[in-house]
């Protein structure tokens, strides 16, 4: 089979999985560069190109694949982030843009002196080691209490040439850690997870399926247990002028308000995503 007999099969195969025409064709065209090294534009100079059987087999199989509503990252094991590759698998969440927006927001002010920054619940690292790209001589320092998530994390903190340190911790109990508890930050970040088991039903099969539920999910009955726990920490972690950041729940502003009054930060921004929703919060010391 050619390329072009090949896309109108998979278009054929995958138009009910996929209403949206620009986004299956997008995958494709991810799949077609990720096994037959063919981009659009090759495509576009020569219709009659065809791959071999081989990479035709590991075509076929993401498509099953896909058909099982898995994550194209999770298929080609890579996602983009803030300019950057990161290697992703089901131990990680897949980064977000939402996420992007709150790394802009925190390196929208480049400072120039030497910073301490801590990620909490970091995941693939990608807002680490994109803090890290983003800001000179600075020390940023990532926990996380998933060895697989940290075995992610590592691999895409050499993949992008950086140098940011990877710790085992339980954001949870930092207060109790030795070496965190006498730890001091400029910036102190933080996508934990927040999404409520009443709001499961809003969230795609995809995500319910392969994403790790570790990650994202929390009691109903205590949606902000995270939250406290690390404005906890910050409080008395953070030097004098520090800031500390969050993506949040975008049903729970007010609730974030409330408590951050309740643990002493009167000082505090909250801020819309580019879908006018409330999912970022900067708290300052």
Same mark, same amino acid.
């Given at each position: ?7 109108? !099969? ?11 025409? %620009? ?8 799949? #077609?560069? @990720? ?11 020569? !219709? #009659? ?20 509503? @898995? ?20 131990? =990680? ?18 400072? #120039?002196?030497?910073?301490?920054? &801590? ?14 790209? %983003? ?16 075995? =992610? ?19 949870? %109990? ?20 927040? =999404? ?21 999910? =929390? ?24 800031? &500390? ?6 049903? &729970?502003?007010?609730?974030?308000? !409330? ?9 505090? @921004? &909250? ?12 708290? @300052?010391?």
């Amino acid at each position: 089979m050619n390329l072009k007999e090949i896309k109108l !099969q998979f278009e054929t195969d995958l138009s009910e999985l996929f209403e949206d025409k %620009n986004e299956l064709l997008s995958i494709f065209w991810m799949l #077609s560069e @990720e096994y037959f090294n063919i981009t659009r534009l090759n495509f576009a100079l020569d !219709q #009659s190109l065809s791959p071999n059987n081989n990479e035709l087999l590991k075509f076929n199989s993401a498509s099953v694949r896909l058909k099982n509503n @898995e994550p194209i990252q999770y298929i080609i094991e890579k996602a983009y982030f803030n300019g950057l590759e990161f290697k992703v698998n089901s131990d =990680v969440l897949i980064p977000r843009p939402e996420t992007e927006e709150l790394v802009e927001w925190i390196t929208e002010n480049k400072l #120039s002196k030497p910073l301490d920054i &801590l990620d909490i619940a970091t995941g693939s690292g990608c807002i680490a080691i994109s803090t890290y790209n %983003n800001f000179n001589n600075t020390n940023v320092e990532a926990i996380d209490i998933s060895e697989g998530a940290l075995i =992610v994390a590592k691999y895409n903190n050499k993949l992008c040439n950086n140098k940011v340190k990877f710790h085992k911790a339980d954001a949870l %109990n930092l207060k109790n850690n030795s070496y965190f508890n006498n730890k001091k930050w400029d910036i102190i970040v933080s996508n934990p997870p927040y =999404v409520r088991n009443l709001e499961k039903t809003e969230i795609k099969q995809n995500v319910l399926k392969y994403e790790p539920g570790l990650a994202l999910f =929390v009691e109903d009955k205590n949606p902000l247990i995270f939250y406290k726990e690390i404005m906890l920490y910050a409080k008395q972690n953070l030097k004098p002028k520090g800031k &500390l950041y969050f993506e949040i729940n975008q049903y &729970l502003p007010e609730e974030m308000k !409330q408590l951050a009054t309740e643990i002493g930060f009167n000082n505090f @921004e &909250l801020k819309k995503d580019f879908k006018g929703n409330y999912r970022m919060m900067m708290l @300052e010391i």
